[in-house]
């Protein structure tokens, strides 16, 4: 394992570490939880296990169908090797269904499809109101992204959307809504951080349950088995 240097950023679900190569970094999966901006924590045992592999399988899935991430390889049970990125101050949503803060701003249905996906874009920092939308003007008026990286980071979005909408449903899983983060690696823009059940909506196909961290939001019950049955199914088991 490459030696862990000084803490990088501590986000919601993971620790991001140095190492002794500047070009590399090191992930570490947390069992913490947080929802609506930090006013519910909590713990979901074995989440950040969970959640390593499950990353692990959907950037190699993505890599074999020609998406470049951060992700070089699994490190241990909580620990990941990533490419050190500039990360860009704001983060892509992908919407294929009405659900959470969209039916609450825009009055849709709950659970109503959307044809084409909506994309949305939020900034990260947290001292602002949480997910606070913008647009391309706000992005470019804040130097974050160029048009042409602009264009690059939706063409790949939606290539996500497309591959793990088809992936999800061979598990009888489908996909709702996610969150993608991006970053600049020598000149490349880069698929970054993590796809896992705390930054995607997973319903299951059949029943329409939540398989994700919206079991943790709205007190659910059965957050770690809901986690771990994501990565059975994604992994064969039954």
């Known amino acids: 394992m490459p030696e862990i240097g000084t803490l990088l950023r501590e986000g919601k679900g993971k620790r991001v570490y140095t190492t002794e190569d500047p070009d590399l970094a090191i992930v570490y999966y947390k069992d913490e939880a947080m929802a609506f901006h930090g006013l519910k924590r909590g713990r979901i045992l074995g989440k950040g296990e969970v959640n390593n592999a499950i990353c692990e399988h959907l950037f190699e899935t993505l890599r074999e169908q020609g998406v470049e991430s951060h992700f070089i ?6 620990h990941s090797l990533v490419k050190r990125c500039e990360m860009l101050p704001f983060a892509v949503k992908v919407r294929n269904r009405a659900a959470g803060q969209l039916v609450v701003r825009t009055g849709l249905p709950g659970g109503m499809e959307l044809s084409p996906p909506v994309i949305e874009f939020v900034l990260k920092e947290s001292e602002l109101e949480e997910d606070a939308l913008v647009n391309h003007s706000h992005i470019y008026a804040m130097k974050a992204a160029t048009p042409e990286e602009m264009e690059e980071i939706t063409r790949i979005s939606l290539r996500v959307d497309e591959i793990l909408t088809a992936y999800m449903k ?12 991006f970053g ?5 823009m880069l698929l970054a951080d993590e796809i896992s059940p705390d930054t995607a909506r997973f319903w299951d196909s059949k029943t329409h349950e939540p398989l994700d961290i919206d079991r943790f939001r709205r007190d659910l019950g059965g957050v770690a088995e809901a986690y771990q049955e994501v990565l059975h199914r994604m992994m064969g088991v039954s």
């Open 170 to 181: 061979e598990i009888s899983i489908e996909l709702i809504d996610f969150r993608l983060e």
């Open 184 to 188: 600049r690696y020598h000149g490349q």
């Open 73 to 78: 390889r699994k490190i241990d049970s909580r």
